[in-house]
């Protein structure tokens, strides 16, 4: 004996087909939702990495930076100990040599 074909209705079919779509539609969103935060994940840990990087070279330029100034601070203090001593050698040529034109003029 033959078993006969069973058939459903438009209306079975239809609620068929809905609720797969809507299974379907869970499940693209689901894979969505999870590549769009891998992808995100990936994206900020990159973000950070450049970041880290960033401030270290900051960090790097800052303290040559601050080197820099130190040397010339260092430079400029010795310069300036430097032009005192002179104007004080230059302040005794001169007392000399006034001295030197006095006695030239008296004895002259």
Partial sequence: ?????SY???NEFEET?????????????????HELA??????????????????????????EISRMADAAEQRIERLDSEHVALSAQVDRQQVWQTR?????????
């Fill in 100 to 108: 030197i034109t006095d006695a030239a003029i008296r004895s002259a």
């Fill in 17 to 33: 087909l809905a609720s797969l779509r809507s299974e379907l539609e869970e499940k693209i969103e689901e894979i969505f939702n």
């Fill in 38 to 63: 891998v992808a995100f994940g990936q994206m900020a840990a990159h973000f950070d990495k450049k970041l880290a990087t960033t401030v270290a070279e900051l960090r790097e330029h800052t303290n």
């Fill in 1 to 5: 004996m033959k078993s006969q074909p």
């Fill in 8 to 10: 459903i209705t438009i």
